[in-house]
């Protein structure tokens, strides 16, 4: 057939921002069309991030107590430290001169040990000599070194990563023997993470 006359043109369709408003952290994002087809009214929902860590969660925390005085050492008795060389943070705590650390809140850790050790008195020798990290009861690391002369001095030095999930804990280092000499002794603990 025949065409058809042009029929009227239509009134032009229309798009207008409604609201915005926050939605909770983790929550997808949506947008509504409150309006009509031709005159829409979008309304957008924009979810919230999560919350970051506070200044004091996210500022490093560590612990360097040092003793450079010869110690004399008792079977299953813990190394003071005179110094605290360096605190930052509130994670962990040690008054100078005491003989244990406190972590005051759980989280991951690394401690890191360094200390001079020589046999006095009468000794047996080969003599073997170890020092440990204890966390509360439990004993978290070891290291030893053997001496074969009585003028003998060495070193012992270890690294260990360990998790605190009940605070707070002491931590301490025992040595295994007597008749033993401990001097430049070093201990740096840092927290690393959270639990």
Do not use: C
């Amino acid at each position: 057939g025949a065409t058809g006359a042009n029929g009227v043109d239509g009134t032009a369709a229309t798009v207008q921002v409604g609201t915005t408003t926050t939605g909770a952290p983790g929550t997808n994002a949506s947008v509504t069309n409150t309006g009509t087809e031709s005159n829409a009214v979008l309304n957008f929902v924009i979810p919230a991030g999560a919350t970051g860590a506070s200044a004091a969660e996210s500022r490093p925390s560590v612990l360097a107590v040092q003793d450079t005085t010869e110690q004399e050492l008792a079977e299953n008795t813990a190394v003071s430290f005179a110094t605290n060389l360096l605190e930052s943070g509130t994670d962990l705590t040690h008054t100078a001169g005491s003989n244990q650390i406190t972590v005051e809140t759980t989280g991951i850790y690394q401690a890191a040990l360094s200390a001079e050790v020589s046999p006095i008195g009468e000794v047996e020798l080969p003599l073997t000599i170890s020092l440990s990290l204890q966390l509360g009861t439990t004993i978290l690391e070891t290291g030893s070194t053997t001496m074969t002369t009585a003028e003998q001095s060495n070193t012992i030095a270890w690294t260990v990563p360990f998790s605190v999930t009940t605070a707070p804990e002491q931590i301490r280092i025992l040595a295994d023997r007597s008749n033993v000499v401990l001097n430049r002794a070093t201990l740096t603990i840092n927290k690393i993470g959270t639990v």
